[in-house]
């Protein structure tokens, strides 16, 4: 019995691809990287419209101390 894991690197590789520059996605990121983890918020809930006020709020101070 073997003890090799079953992807060893024994025999002749044949997947050797010149190195090319890897794709990017409309993000910046690279595609090949895990999948962000998907986050589920309610957006009918009375906290998230809250919150999306505040933040709201905050960015327009952002925008008058910056002009």
Known sequence: I???PPNSTQGPITDIKAPQ???VDKAGKNP???P???IDIDLDAPETEK???AIQSQFRRFQKKKK
Do not use: F, R, V, Y
């Open 2 to 4: 073997s003890s090799d």
């Open 21 to 23: 520059e890897k794709p």
């Open 32 to 34: 090949t990287q895990e």
């Open 36 to 38: 962000e983890e998907e």
């Open 51 to 53: 919150a999306a006020l």
